[in-house]
């Protein structure tokens, strides 16, 4: 028979059931190491792809000809590598997008979030939704159809329009983006502490004043994390943009006109009429390249920028 103090030693041992929860607590932890590991991985794979087909490119083009130059047709005899035309192009359309999904966005957020009763909510949030799942190619032929001859001919009031446009593209992928902003957005609205809106409210305050004094500060650095993906959504979009705005690069910032990104670029030079190795192949590398940098330093910028709301409001 055990002594009192075997039988006290003894119960300090886990128990069964509390070994299996530590060894699933273990594994749990395992995975997802992993998975968080495994998105580095894919990370990193990315730019090494495309990295050493870029210096290729470079080695062959030189950096002042790619960034000194207004004119871009490397398919063509003789080839011409100014990127400018596919930097512009893909800025205009973005600013497009993003003036149409930021601030319509976040109209939609504040009324579904302070005004809409809860059985309008009921009704709109699901809509939204459904038109977050809409394909691209969707919005790209009703751009092409209907949007451009029907709005963009008819009222753009400087010059005129041909069958692609800027702006047709942008209005297009800005309504594409709207349904994943006012979603993030209304999220960050949610998460505002409710004692924020009751004393704004008991103070006096409207239900306006309420919204953009007390709940958009308070929610920026939710807002903030929605607008960079509104940018990196726009900035990357390929299938509408190649519809709406076609494939001439032009160096130009009136959106009446067609233009080319460097996303529609890739789509339209990646289809595989290039030889691999070619410098038109390689060209491709190096548009991407130049991409993946301009969306890291915009999400720098927005990292920057939430960290410093989170500073003020934590």
């Known amino acids: 028979m055990p002594s009192p103090l075997e039988l006290a030693e003894g119960s300090l041992l886990p128990s069964a059931g509390l070994r299996r929860r530590l060894l699933i607590e273990r594994l749990v932890r395992a995975s997802l190491a992993v998975v968080a590991l495994l998105s580095v991985g894919i990370t990193v794979a990315i730019v090494l792809s495309l990295l050493r087909p870029a210096i290729e490119f470079f080695a062959e083009i ?18 011409q590598f100014g990127v400018w035309p596919l930097v512009t192009g893909t800025l205009l359309i973005m600013v497009i997008a993003v003036a149409v999904a930021v601030p319509f966005g976040l109209g939609v957020a504040f009324y579904l979030n302070e005004y809409a009763s809860s059985r309008v909510r009921r009704i709109l949030k699901p ?65 505002v502490p409710g004692a924020l809106r009751d004393g704004s409210l008991a103070l006096g ?7 953009t004094k007390v709940i958009l500060p308070a929610a920026a650095s939710g807002v903030m994390a929605a607008t960079v993906l509104a ?30 990104t460097m996303a529609s670029f ?41 960290k410093r709301y989170r500073e003020v409001y934590e």
């Open 62 to 79: 030189p950096l002042s000809e790619f960034f000194g130059g207004t004119t871009w047709a490397p398919l063509f005899v003789p080839p």
């Open 127 to 191: 809509v939204l939704e459904i038109l977050a799942g809409i394909p691209t190619v969707v919005f790209g032929f009703f751009a092409l159809y209907f949007v451009n001859p029907e709005i963009v001919q008819r009222f753009w009031p400087f010059g005129q329009v041909g069958t692609f446009s800027a702006l047709a593209a942008g209005l297009m992928v800005g309504v594409m983006i709207l349904p994943t902003m006012a979603s993030l957005s209304e999220d960050a609205f949610s998460a």
């Open 205 to 211: 305050a409207t239900r306006r004043e309420t919204c």
């Open 231 to 260: 940018f990196s959504r726009a900035i990357g979009e390929t299938t509408i943009v190649l519809l709406a705005a076609g494939s001439n690069p032009q160096f130009t910032l009136d959106p009446g006109q067609g233009v080319q």
């Open 266 to 306: 890739i789509g339209f030079a990646g289809i595989g009429d290039q030889p691999t190795g070619s410098t038109g192949y390689k060209t491709i590398f190096a548009v991407g390249t130049l991409l993946f940098l301009i969306t890291f330093v915009l999400n720098m910028i927005s990292v920057r920028v939430v």
